[in-house]
C-alpha cells in the first residue's frame, strides 16, 4: 500500500507540476523525506503525511480555483458531468 501512495503523490505533484521543495516548505519538512518517500526508500510519519497531503489539497484547489476564473463555463460542465457520473469501482 505504501509504495501505491507514493506512486500516487508522485502522479499528483507532476500533473501540478509542483515542485518537491515548494511541497516540503508549504508542509514544514525537509525535502529528502518526500524525495525518499516517493522514491520508495522511506515511510513517513502520519503528522508529515498528514501535512504533505493537506499541502498537495490546497495546492490542487488552488489550481482549480484558477482554472475556475479562467474559464468559468468549462468549470460549470465539469462540475455537472461529475455529478451525474457514477463512482468508478476501486
Given amino acids: 500500500m505504501p509504495e501505491q501512495e507514493a506512486q500516487?503523490?508522485?502522479?499528483?505533484l507532476s500533473r501540478l507540476r509542483l515542485p518537491v521543495a515548494t511541497l516540503a516548505k508549504r508542509a514544514s519538512c525537509d525535502q529528502a523525506t518526500i524525495s525518499m518517500y516517493?522514491?520508495?526508500q522511506r515511510?513517513?510519519?502520519?503528522?508529515?503525511a498528514r501535512d504533505v497531503m493537506s499541502a498537495l489539497v490546497a495546492e490542487?484547489?488552488?489550481v482549480l480555483t484558477h482554472l475556475?476564473?479562467?474559464h468559468p463555463q468549462a468549470a460549470i460542465e465539469s462540475a455537472?458531468?461529475?455529478?451525474?457520473?457514477?463512482?468508478?469501482?476501486?
Fill in 43 to 48: 515511510r513517513m510519519s502520519e503528522r508529515i
Fill in 68 to 70: 475556475a476564473r479562467l
Fill in 38 to 40: 516517493v522514491k520508495g
Fill in 8 to 12: 500516487e503523490l508522485e502522479g499528483r
Fill in 60 to 62: 490542487e484547489l488552488s
Fill in 80 to 90: 455537472r458531468a461529475v455529478s451525474v457520473q457514477p463512482p468508478r469501482a476501486a
